[in-house]
């Protein structure tokens, strides 16, 4: 079965820094990936998505995350994080041609100080 | 756009009711899921189905069951609870065209069990 780590479990960013999240999961065969956020009182939602192709993906709100398949890594990042973005974010990988077995990180929680 | 509406926000039940969780998906998904949410742990899966009356367990079954008599509805349910199942739950739906999509959650019920 696969797993995913997510190194930081709270991260404290004051506005205008940089963001890199890190996720790595466990896996020989082929992946999608994915980063889900959920801000305080909503519910998740997805962030950004990984299923093939250009390994930069760019999501919503200037997020991007980059796979890395030789370090089995899904690293999320921002080039200049704003107060919004204070939330919990959660890497999550399945095995391709298997939409089933959805497993998630234990997530990090993003504050950003204004 | 798609909807995944879990019946309640927030429940306190006492310890050893039967508790019924009920998610309703209005996108004719095929896959819907049941994860827990605690603190540290991310998302850990209980269980999912793949069509109607088809069910599988996840990673952390027990204590649980699961009734999907229709594609739209998926229900958990708590045979008797106790108080390590105080948590948030969350209930997700996806496609399984092409299997390669996303999840879609709905916000989540918070049981407390005393």
């Known amino acids: 079965a696969q797993s995913v780590s997510q190194h930081n479990h709270h991260v404290i960013l004051s506005e205008a820094a940089s963001l890199e999240l890190g996720c790595n999961y466990s896996?020989?065969?082929?992946?999608?990936l994915f980063w889900y956020v959920q801000y305080p009182g909503q519910h998740l939602q997805l962030l950004l998505k990984?299923?093939?192709?250009?390994?930069l993906v760019k999501g919503i709100k200037g997020f991007e995350a980059e796979f890395i398949k030789s370090k089995f890594s899904f690293n999320l990042r921002k080039p200049s994080v704003q107060w919004s973005d204070t939330a919990e974010y959660f890497c999550?990988?399945?095995?391709?041609?298997?939409?089933?077995?959805?497993?998630f990180g234990s997530g990090t929680q993003l504050t950003v100080l204004p | 756009d798609v909807k995944v509406t879990q019946s309640s926000r927030y429940l306190v039940k006492r310890t050893g009711e039967k508790v019924f969780l009920e998610c309703v998906q209005d996108?004719?998904?095929?896959?819907m899921f049941w994860y827990r949410q605690d603190p540290g742990l991310g998302l850990r899966l209980i269980y999912f189905?793949?069509?109607?009356?088809?069910?599988e367990k996840g990673d952390i079954p027990e204590g649980y069951s699961v009734s999907r008599e229709k594609k739209e509805r998926f229900s958990l349910i708590l045979e008797s609870a106790s108080t390590n199942q105080t948590s948030m739950y969350l209930c997700?739906?996806?496609?399984?065209?092409?299997?390669?999509?996303?999840?879609?959650f709905g916000q989540g019920t918070r049981l407390t069990v005393v």
């Open positions: 999550a990988v399945n095995r391709a041609g298997s939409a089933r077995q959805l497993t």
């Open positions: 189905s793949y069509d109607v009356k088809m069910k």
């Open positions: 997700a739906s996806s496609q399984n065209i092409g299997t390669n999509t996303e999840a879609f």
């Open positions: 896996y020989g065969g082929t992946v999608n």
């Open positions: 990984y299923f093939s192709g250009d390994p």
């Open positions: 996108m004719d998904h095929e896959n």
